[in-house]
Nanobody, 122 residues
Framework: VHLVESGGGSVQTGGSLRLSCVAS?????MAWFRQAPGKEREGVAS???????QYADSVKDRFTISRDNAKNTLYLQMNSLKSEDTGTYYC????????????????????WGQGTQVTVSS
C-alpha cells in the first residue's frame, strides 16, 4: 500500500491547512500522526471504517479528519493552528481488518506515508 501526503506548508498562528493522503488501496482504518524534532511520533486523529473517529486532546475542536472512500483519500482539516502543531505529519493505514475502533497507537498501523511538513509561526 502506498500513501502519499500533500498539503503541508508554512502558516502563521491561527491559520489553516488541509492535508490530504491518497492511498493506493482501501484501508479499514486510517490516521494522521505527527512528529516534532526530538519528540516521539504521536497520534493526532484516527478514522475507522464505520465513521468512528478519535482525536488527541491537543487538537480537539480544531482539527477534523475525514475521508473520501471513492478516492481512497484521507483528509485532515487543521484550523486555529498553534506553534506547537509544527512537525512532520504522517498518514497511516491499516489494510487488514482488526476492529471497528479508531486508534491513535502507532502500533495499530502497517503502512506509512513519507510525511509532509507543517510549520506554524507567529
Amino acid at each position: 500500500v502506498h500513501l502519499v501526503e500533500s498539503g503541508g506548508g508554512s502558516v502563521q498562528t491561527g491559520g489553516s491547512l488541509r492535508l490530504s493522503c491518497v492511498a493506493s488501496e482501501y484501508a479499514y482504518k486510517m490516521a494522521w500522526f505527527r512528529q516534532a524534532p526530538g519528540k516521539e511520533r504521536e497520534g493526532v486523529a484516527s478514522l475507522a471504517r464505520d465513521g468512528l473517529f478519535q482525536y488527541a486532546d491537543s487538537v480537539k475542536d480544531r482539527f477534523t479528519i475525514s475521508r473520501d472512500n471513492a478516492k481512497n483519500t484521507l483528509y485532515l482539516q487543521m484550523n486555529s493552528l498553534k506553534s506547537e502543531d509544527t512537525g512532520t505529519y504522517y498518514c497511516a493505514a491499516r489494510v487488514e481488518f482488526s476492529d471497528y475502533k479508531p486508534s491513535l497507537s502507532k502500533y495499530e498501523y502497517d503502512y506509512w506515508g513519507q510525511g509532509t511538513q507543517v510549520t506554524v509561526s507567529s
